[in-house]
């Protein structure tokens, strides 16, 4: 079977940090594009981060130097690590593979492109 497993929500205070996980299995996904999205109730699910097989990594300009996504293709897992939160980053978090990325960073933000998903973790900030 193909999945991906989040895990490490919680509930957090302004300023904490959390760091989540996806396990993926069932098939290869070194060659994968692997993203992580979040969706707050009555929002769309927007990007957060992606990461190339290459190593490569794009953010939301709004996490930008507080969130660190990493892959360790190895261990077929990828880790969002999340630092100084916010209120506004309360949402279902949820890791996506792009099985055929294209070299246009605007396909790694759409969440159209992305073929495999986890059931998604919730992250809570309290102010």
């Known amino acids: 079977q193909v999945q991906l497993v989040e895990s490490g929500g919680g509930l957090v205070q302004t300023g904490g940090s959390l760091r989540l996980s996806c396990a993926a299995s069932g098939r290869s996904f070194s060659n994968d594009a692997m993203g992580w999205f979040r969706q707050a109730p009555g929002k769309e699910r927007e990007f957060v981060a992606a990461i190339r097989a290459s190593g490569a990594t794009f953010y939301l300009d709004a996490v930008k130097g507080r969130f660190t996504i990493s892959r360790d293709n190895a261990k077929d897992t990828v880790a969002l690590q999340m630092n100084n939160l916010k209120p506004e980053d309360t949402a279902i978090y949820y890791c996506?593979?792009?099985?055929?990325?294209?070299?246009?960073?605007?396909?790694?933000?759409?969440?159209?492109?992305?073929?495999?998903w986890g059931q998604g973790t919730q992250v809570t900030v309290s102010s």
């Open positions: 996506a593979a792009n099985r055929s990325p294209t070299p246009f960073i605007v396909t790694l933000r759409d969440k159209s492109r992305y073929d495999y």
